[in-house]
């Protein structure tokens, strides 16, 4: 756990301990001062490798494979395992590792032990307790997000029947080290999420301090408790938690000529995750593409279009359409962000499924005067049963690529939508071999990844949640381009 000590180089100038890492043995680093214990949540939470797996957005219906003659298939099958969603996301059809596949679990986890050391130990470090408070009241937050994330990634869908026994994920609330231990039921994980985000307002309101965008306030955390209360299906809490972040805080329009997401724009509530901002569409990224289907259901007025993709040109010349989300056209900032739209969109889907149509849609209609060209013409819904559907469809275009909602959301809609991906096996000749298709059912138990391997094999007493093989329907026409 030597990495709990240390504090990177590169923010200490920016909390004003610049001299903290000169003045001993790097290898018996203790934090002691509020600034150390700072600069070791923003160093873990905010440059880290990453605490969302970008690579889930190839298990949605947003993307597509890029079926272009230089769409070999030695080059693209890095995404493969969770595109097709196979039953071991490490292991490919040849029996080879899958380099960087599936780490979110250990990164989750990575995260959630620096935030243990720190509620542990903040209470007694040097510095105002003003500041105490907000940095213990920081720590729960990503605690609470972590979990969050852990919980949506790797255990059972909630479902508010089953919830207290379906399998969650381990809880960890200190710094023991244990070398086996078991899941947590869903309801559990539910419980200490909300506990932790119930502190982190508390101690960051109690603060009365005001930081900067890379750090949480009690906006951000209403707004992860409102989502929290979502997936709960518990839509008056929705509701509550939005309006508390709608007290204070309202939408921005969009400029096309400018990043959405930057310290400027007060929309943004909190920004984290700076590593790799970059086009994401080099490597293997680069032979898949935004569905047509999802980019089509911009209306050519909505300034979204045009701020989230981007046309790219392979070197074949051929054109498909890429997301902006994770380069600097998007943001200057973080590429995962807390934004006050969410409270808009939560609550119009909690409005809606209460059968509050009409405050649903006048939600809507806000979000859509802050995103549409002026006088755009909008057709919405004018049957009440059609707003919750209409709302959805609305949450996907305004969170497409963004941390991991359209999956999350996937799995928690009662009425999942069967999804198909066609891969195509094209050789380093540009011959098309094969077409395979691939399903994910409504009902499919794949909608909850396997945990790592490394895990299962040191701890034998974890269970795994069960998990289906994935066949192709197969078209092996060989056609030469």
């Known amino acids: ?205 109690e603060s009365g301090l005001t930081k900067s965008k890379w750090h949480p306030n009690v906006a951000t955390c209403n707004l992860l408790m409102s989502r929290v209360k979502l997936y709960q299906n518990k839509w008056d809490d929705v509701i509550a938690y939005a309006d508390k972040v709608l007290e204070n805080n309202s939408l921005t329009v969009m400029n096309t000529n400018i990043p959405f997401v930057s310290n400027e724009n007060n929309e943004i509530l909190y920004s984290f995750q700076t590593v790799n901002i970059s086009d994401w569409s080099s490597g293997s990224a680069k032979y898949y593409a935004v569905s047509n289907e999802l980019y089509n259901s911009f209306d050519n007025a909505d300034r979204r279009k045009e701020m989230f993709f981007a046309e790219i040109t392979a070197e074949t010349n051929e054109k498909y359409i890429w997301t902006n989300k994770y380069n600097t056209a998007f943001t200057t900032m973080g590429w995962s962000n807390f934004r006050v739209s969410e409270a808009i969109m939560n609550r119009a889907e909690a409005y809606a499924a209460s059968n509050n149509a009409t405050l649903a849609l006048d939600d809507i209609k806000t979000l859509h005067a802050h995103r549409y060209t002026a006088g755009s013409s909008i057709e919405y819904p004018e049957n009440d049963s059609e707003v919750l559907s209409y709302v959805l469809d609305e949450r996907r275009k305004e969170f497409c690529f963004e941390e991991h909602h359209r999956w999350f959301d996937l799995r928690r809609m009662n009425d999942r939508p069967e999804i198909k991906h066609v891969y195509s096996v094209i050789d380093d000749n540009g011959t098309l071999l094969q077409t395979e298709t691939y399903t994910l059912f409504s009902d499919d138990p794949n909608y909850t990844l396997p945990l790592p391997l490394v895990e299962r094999e040191n701890n034998l007493i974890i269970r795994n949640v069960e998990r289906y093989a994935k066949f192709p329907e197969i078209d092996e026409e060989v056609v030469i381009p």
Not at 58 to 86: H, I, S, V
Not at 130 to 158: S, T
Not at 184 to 197: G, H, N
């Open 1 to 205: 756990m030597k990495k709990l000590l240390y504090i990177a180089f590169a923010l200490l100038p920016l909390i004003g301990c610049n001299d903290f890492l000169d003045e001993v043995d790097q290898d018996k680093i203790i934090p002691e001062t509020t600034d150390h214990f700072a600069a070791l949540l923003l160093r873990e939470f905010n440059y880290s490798s990453g605490t969302t797996d970008r690579s889930v957005n190839y298990m949605t219906d947003n993307l597509t494979e890029r079926n272009g003659t230089d769409a070999f298939d030695t080059n693209k099958k890095k995404y493969k395992t969770y595109y097709t969603w196979q039953q071991e996301i490490e292991i490919d059809e040849d029996g080879q590792t899958v380099s960087s596949a599936n780490f979110a679990w250990g990164t989750l986890y990575e995260d959630i032990a620096i935030a243990n050391y720190v509620i542990e130990l903040i209470d007694d470090a040097i510095g105002d307790i003003e500041e105490i408070n907000y940095i213990k009241g920081e720590a729960y937050f990503i605690r609470a997000y972590a979990y969050f994330n852990l919980l949506n990634l790797y255990g059972v869908p909630f479902n508010e029947s089953s919830a207290a026994s379906d399998l969650g994920v381990p809880l960890r609330l200190d710094t023991g080290v244990e070398r086996t231990y078991r899941r947590s039921s869903v309801s559990e994980c539910y419980e200490q999420i909300e506990a932790d985000i119930t502190n982190a307002i508390s101690l960051i309101d």
